[in-house]
């Protein structure tokens, strides 16, 4: 059975993304790359809300014929372009990028089924929205975090939207030089 797992920016004091819903305030960097290829090794279907999976698809096909593409960001564009992708909307027009299926309807079922399948882990990249309405239902099983050494005193945030308490395990941790510090926790069951 795989885990559900949700990969999450967040600003140190809890924001995932600022008010504008920018991410421009993450140090990126060759060791924050190197951090979140790990992470995506794990992954064997992506899993977006609208807003993220349009900002994905906007962006990473692109890269494809870019010729000042960096080598890392070509092979990142490749996995993307052949993954499986879901995508959950109610309101996203036909899928526009290879190998992409969008879930409208029955989500919590949906998201059952598809974690019930052999293979390697779904990952909820960013969608804080998506990432709410599936930790209410109790789907997550881990959190990869990133906290990153900035507070942005408002935005968008993930943390402030949990009603319960939700008891966590932490699986591991690593301090980057740039301050990202990336925390690893698994749901407590």
Do not use: C
Request: glycine share 6%; aromatic share 10%; no cysteine.
């Amino acid at each position: 059975m795989r885990k559900l797992v949700l990969f999450l920016h967040l600003s140190f004091d809890g924001f995932s993304a600022a008010e504008d819903g920018g991410l421009g305030w993450i140090p990126y960097n060759e060791a924050f790359e190197k951090y979140a290829e790990k992470i995506v090794k794990t992954v064997g279907t992506p899993v977006y809300g609208r807003i993220t999976y349009e900002m994905m698809r906007s962006y990473w096909p692109t890269v494809l014929t870019n010729p000042a593409a960096s080598a890392h960001d070509r092979e990142h564009a490749l996995w993307l372009e052949d993954v499986e992708k879901i995508v959950v909307s109610t309101t996203l027009p036909e899928q526009e990028w290879n190998n992409t299926r969008v879930i409208r309807e029955d989500v919590v079922e949906e998201i059952i089924k598809l974690k019930q399948k052999e293979g390697k882990d779904l990952v909820i990249f960013g969608s804080i929205t998506l990432a709410t309405s599936l930790m209410a239902h109790g789907l997550i099983d881990e959190f990869q975090f990133t906290v990153s050494p900035v507070m942005l005193g408002k935005g968008k945030t993930f943390i402030r939207s949990i009603e319960e308490k939700v008891p966590l395990k932490l699986l591991s941790s690593e301090t980057l030089k740039s301050g990202i510090v990336g925390l690893h926790y698994a749901v407590v069951r």
